[in-house]
């Protein structure tokens, strides 16, 4: 599946147990009710055991766009589920880690490792 062009999310890729997001693009106060939506919906829509979300391509987040992965991680931990981050930039890594929320999330290097956790 692929987004629409003002949508956060660049595509969707089922994977075993769950589904891979692919974000793009800087999420900031701007852009992060999007990716909420999408997210929320995604994760309505599909109730993923597993959901592997994809950072790579984003190199900014600010405290909105972390919030809303905080979100959709208690969501998922609502319904037994699991989310997953995956290839952070070490900027948007260094936010995680100064809020110690590398600590709360499953990070993994890449999206080939985090499918497999």
Sequence with gaps: MTASDD????????IDDGLLVVLDGEIDFSRSPTLRVELMQLIQDNAPRRLVID??????????GVATLVEAMQMQRKHGHK??????????????????LDMVFTICDDADQAVKV
């Excluded at 950072?55 to 909105?64: E, K």
């Design 7 to 14: 949508g956060v999310i660049a595509r969707t890729q089922p």
């Design 55 to 64: 950072l790579s391509n984003v190199d900014y987040m600010d405290s909105s």
């Design 83 to 100: 989310l997953i981050l995956c290839g952070m930039q070490p900027k948007v890594l260094s936010i995680f880690q100064i809020a110690r």
